[in-house]
């Protein structure tokens, strides 16, 4: 432990190049942002100093036995600045600020999410990346005020403390050495209580995963059948206990020493303040060093210098904290996806290959091995195979989501990785067996954005493909019914078929050169399966087909179907000659018929 938490401490130096990389980068989203902050610290800092000025003004003034009119007329000076002072910083906290803290947020969140997409989906799989993008999606944009904050806080403390520090050792310098020597102390408490807070922070994050995990199983539609008709309930339950006694055992391992040391923090507070004031007499009293008007002036700018010290210190002691955050922002923001595009523009499709391609995962294990394919212009055909056999990897290989770790993908002849990426990915149209419906309408859920005018006529069309024109009539406002209830009681949940349906559409509107179909049936009944089909076939005519299924009945009419074993291909043919070869292809097309008949 004490070997980790030596590799957290950030040396100043570090601490201050994450702190200038937030605020370089703040400064780039927002520079009104960055003014407005340091003109508000600078106002906070005058009012300060003007306050502590104008308190020994009036006890110099009644010392002097100076007209009672000439410290009224100062009083009315000082509020009235004090007023302007106030009210500017009122005005801009309360109009610009709240709106500019939005600019740097929503500019952030942009500036995590293009990153993110520019990321291979490999490093997902990666936890430690998958914990900290997390992290920094979540609360990057809170954070980056909070330091902000932090930097202004020191600014104006800095400015103000300074001043009001001159005046304390001008009245005396044992006093002053006391109230450094106190507060010193009382820093040291502060910063090993952010520091096990800290390590309570990140060694929690595991069970809030477990947790947060959990409830979302609870409230998310998906699971609510699954939940209602098994045990898993019980199990996940088990799950929550488990990540609350973790947290239990944590706050025990960490609390108890943060409240020791916040009760030993408290004591040298009180030893400060009181003595201070026993010192201050001694020296009015005793030494007679120290008027009246300095024992005033002393116990208010002692205050100050204290808090300003304090504030200085737990500043310091923040921004070395939020450091760490940073550093996880950097690295994230510094990592670059390993699926690197070339220059190559694809041209007109002509085929696409694979050529003895092996693959493994994040985890090492290979699951596909020497796979061998080709399909050219104009042709359709299938991957077939038991769950588990490898099929959906192939796709995302061929989407290069990732790259293969033998062999190599072509396309028209040319390896993939030579072609830009985003217009290599355009060439295949793809409908995943996990498609996700977002919170959008019908039409924006089929053109996967925007949806022009000019596009509307399209997107029915593909919806006609589809076989969704039934379900499309009955929706409340046809293309322009809100999917999903995310965002709206009116909103409409569609079926797992009729999901899949508008999945299908994505594909058949956006008529890539090369349209992958995965599992394109499996949520629909055997005559809406049939008549899907049917649709698919007429829409794709002419078109580049790969059809991905474990049920044979769609994928019987491909001019080759691959059968796929353990990552391997282990048949391959047209439906006929496979069932004449009467090997695991037939087998299992004879399995699934018999299912039918029966
Ligand atoms: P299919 O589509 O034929 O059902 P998949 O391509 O999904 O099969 O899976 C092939 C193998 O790869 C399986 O053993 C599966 O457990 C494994 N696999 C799939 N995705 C991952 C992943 N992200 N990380 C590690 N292994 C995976």
Redesign the pocket.
């Known amino acids: 432990m004490a070997e980790t938490e030596k590799k957290k401490r950030q040396k100043p130096g570090r601490v201050l190049a994450n702190t200038l990389y937030l605020l370089g980068m703040a400064w780039k989203i927002s520079p009104r942002f960055f003014f407005g902050y340091i003109f508000d610290a600078l106002v906070l800092s005058a009012w300060s100093i003007l306050d502590a000025w104008y308190f020994k003004r009036v006890f110099d003034l009644l010392d002097m036995g100076a007209p009672v009119s000439e410290i009224l007329w100062m009083l009315l000076a000082v509020a009235l600045t004090t007023t302007l002072l106030l009210l500017s910083n009122t005005v801009y906290w309360w109009t610009e600020n709240e709106k500019q803290k939005l600019v740097i947020k929503c500019g952030l969140q942009l500036k995590l999410f293009d990153h993110a997409l520019s990321l291979d ?2 490093k997902y ?1 990666i936890p430690e990346f998958y914990n900290d993008f997390i992290w920094a999606v979540r609360t990057a944009d809170v954070k980056v005020c909070e330091i902000l904050k932090v930097v202004r806080n020191l600014i104006r403390r800095v400015s103000s403390g300074a001043a009001v520090f001159g005046i304390l050792v001008s009245l005396d310098l044992f006093t002053a050495a006391f109230i450094l020597v106190l507060t010193a102390s009382g820093a040291v408490c502060s910063t090993y209580i952010n520091k096990k807070c800290y390590a309570y922070d990140m060694e929690s994050r595991r069970s809030e995963r477990v947790a947060s995990y959990v409830s979302r199983v609870h409230y998310l539609a998906d699971y609510a059948k699954e939940l209602r008709i098994s045990e898993a309930g019980k199990v996940l339950e088990k799950l929550y206990d488990e990540s609350t006694e973790e947290r239990r055992g944590l706050i025990r391992k960490y609390f108890g020493k943060v409240q020791t040391c916040g009760a030993f923090w408290n004591v040298i507070g009180a030893v400060k303040d009181n003595g201070l004031i026993l010192i201050l007499l001694y020296k009015m009293m005793v030494e007679k060093t120290v008027l009246l008007g300095g024992f005033a002036l002393g116990v208010t700018s002692s205050w100050r210098v204290s808090s300003a010290l304090q504030e200085i210190i737990t500043a310091a002691t923040e921004l070395a904290k939020h450091s760490l955050y940073i550093e996880k922002l950097r690295t994230f923001f510094d990592t670059k996806t390993s699926i690197e595009g070339g220059t190559k523009m694809p041209e007109r499709f002509e085929s696409l290959e694979c050529k003895n391609i092996s693959f493994a ?3 090492g ?1 290979e ?2 091995h020497d796979v061998s394919l080709k399909i050219t212009a104009g042709e359709k055909i299938a ?1 077939v ?12 290989l061929l989407m290069r989501f990732y790259d293969v770790t033998g062999g190599e993908i072509l396309l028209n002849g040319i390896n993939i990785k030579e072609y830009d990426l985003d217009a290599y990915r355009k060439v295949i149209g793809a409908v995943f ?1 996990d498609y996700k419906i977002f919170a959008a309408t019908v039409a924006e859920n089929v053109a996967c954005g925007l949806c022009s005018d000019d596009a509307r006529e399209g997107v029915t069309a593909a919806l006609d493909a589809a076989s969704f024109t039934d379900k499309l009539q009955k929706l409340p406002d046809g293309l322009d019914t809100h999917l999903t209830r995310e965002f709206s009681d009116k909103g409409t949940n569609l079926s797992g078929g009729e999901s899949q349906k508008i999945a299908i559409a994505r594909a058949l509107y956006k008529r890539a050169p090369v349209t992958v179909m ?2 394109p049936s499996s949520a629909l009944d055997p005559v809406a399966e049939y008549e899907l089909n049917r649709h698919i076939e007429n829409a794709l005519t002419d078109q580049t087909v790969i059809f ?1 299924s ?1 049920r044979l009945s769609t994928t019987r009419g491909a001019a080759r179907i691959y059968m ?1 074993e353990h ?1 391997r291909i282990i048949e391959d043919g047209s439906h006929d000659a496979l069932i004449a070869q009467n090997g695991k292809y037939a087998a299992m097309f004879n399995l699934q018929a018999s299912k039918y008949r029966t």
């Open positions: 989906i490999g799989e995962y994040e985890n294990v699951v596909l991957i195979g038991y769950n588990g056999a490898g099929k959906t990897t192939l796709i995302k067996q995965d599992e991905i474990h796929f990552g």
